[in-house]
């Protein structure tokens, strides 16, 4: 499975901002698919992640209520709308896709595409 993260960005503190994660390859509609970030001197986190069908997902408890993650399977794409983002969410954003059902765990994620930047301004 191939990915492929797009739409990082510089924006200011309380705009938003959507990332997309294109899957390609044998199997990359079989996969799980999540969002980690790596904030500037830190390890990488979870931010979100979903299932298959899009029925489940699972947030980080920094991000909930502002961001959403959604897929769609006929694009084979996952997308992360951040809304109300603030200082704190200044990072590289990473896309992942995994065979578990739903998972927060970056071990568990056997795919990533390359990271995206976001900057958020003040």
């Known amino acids: 499975v191939q990915l492929q993260a797009s739409g990082g960005g510089l924006v200011q503190a309380g705009g938003s901002l959507r990332l997309s994660c294109t899957a390609s390859g044998p199997g990359s509609n079989r996969v799980a698919m999540g969002w980690f970030r790596q904030p500037p001197g830190k390890e990488r986190e979870f931010v979100a992640s979903?299932?298959?069908?899009?029925?489940?997902?699972d947030y980080a408890d920094s991000v909930k209520g502002r961001f959403t993650i959604s897929r769609d399977n006929d694009k084979k794409t996952a997308y992360l709308q951040m809304n109300s983002l603030n200082l704190g969410d200044t990072a590289v954003y990473y896309c992942?896709?995994?065979?578990?059902?739903?998972?927060?765990?970056?071990?568990?994620?056997?795919?990533w595409g390359k990271g995206t930047k976001v900057t958020v301004s003040s």
């Open positions: 992942g896709a995994t065979p578990a059902i739903l998972t927060v765990l970056p071990r568990e994620f056997n795919y």
């Open positions: 979903i299932t298959r069908g899009g029925g489940n997902t």
